[in-house]
């Protein structure tokens, strides 16, 4: 796998130039605690997921924790006297991004998403490195950053593997279906009637219930008489959904929500893209209704 390939997806670059790397030790220090960081964060998903009962879920995310730990685990047994002499951390804005993952409903996560995730973090971290060798004002501290970019390289062509397979896993299930707009917009309309039979004595919450229903019809029969481009990257590979999602308001508004907000990313032209930012307006604005509910 080469640099070029690596670097080609736009989720993966750098937010911010690296700050400047004085030392090996400091370098390796930093190293470490962004490694820490990430094991921490999936230990907790991992946590959660236990909780939620999606124990696959949460054997995905301790395979993350598990490598991660172990990555610190080699980077300290080649480096200890440097890091060791390290007298304190660099401060690394955005390099790590959970992409909503830390907040998603359990129902719309599976192993291919969690991998998907690691896989464009890992990248980043490897265009991050890469960066602070190509401007390393030391030899020392040029060949620490090329080991670690060479580490990160191999956790990329790992999470790769373990990504292509959760794919093709998930194509074989049938309790997957293709996350069409239109689709589940009509779906998710349907949801909000079901649930307005069950608000006995709340007509507030019924009339409430009742225009996000009527919102909903609404962009359905706009994606019927008008679809997004559908040569946009995420519409020519939909993304698999499982039924338990399809079968619940909230989850299903936030797989729309996440729809919309990448339409609106990938757009070619300002109308759709302000045609897909404001279907993800109302669904903020139903989501946020939903979870009073």
């Excluded at 359905?220 to 039924?243: I, M, T, Y």
Aim: hydrophobic share 45%; charged share 30%.
């Amino acid at each position: 796998m080469s640099r070029h390939s690596i670097s080609k997806r736009p989720a993966s670059r750098l937010r911010a130039e690296p700050p400047s790397v004085r030392s090996p030790g400091e370098l390796m220090a930093t190293a470490s605690s962004i490694a820490e960081d990430a094991a921490s964060r999936y230990e907790a998903q991992a946590g959660r997921m236990r909780r939620a009962g999606a124990d696959a879920l949460a054997s995905a995310y301790d395979e993350l924790a598990r490598q991660q730990r172990e990555q610190i685990g080699r980077s300290l047994s080649r480096f200890v006297g440097a890091t060791h002499a390290a007298a304190c951390l660099l401060a690394v804005e955005g390099l790590l991004d959970d992409e909503g993952t830390d907040a998603a409903a359990v129902e719309l996560l599976d192993p291919y998403r969690i991998f998907a995730v690691a896989v464009r973090n890992c990248e980043r971290a490897f265009a991050f490195w890469s960066y602070v060798a190509a401007q390393a004002s030391s030899a020392e501290v040029r060949q620490a950053a090329e080991y670690l970019a060479g580490r990160e390289l191999e956790r990329v062509a790992w999470l790769r593997r373990r990504r292509r397979s959760s794919y093709h896993a998930l194509r074989g299930r049938a309790d997957r279906r293709a996350a069409v707009p239109d689709a589940m917009e009509s779906r998710l309309a349907a949801l909000l009637a079901e649930k307005m039979a069950t608000c006995d004595g709340d007509d507030a919450g019924r009339r409430e219930l009742e225009a996000l229903a009527r919102q909903t019809r609404e962009r359905a029969a706009q994606l019927a008489r008008a679809p997004f481009d559908p040569s946009l990257p995420s519409l020519k590979h939909e993304p698999l959904l499982p039924d338990a999602a399809w079968n619940g308001a909230g989850a299903l508004c936030e797989a729309l929500l996440d729809r919309y907000l990448e339409l609106a990313g990938e757009a070619r032209d300002e109308a759709e893209r302000s045609r897909a930012q404001a279907f993800a307006a109302e669904l903020i604005a139903c989501l946020r209704f939903l979870r009073t509910l």
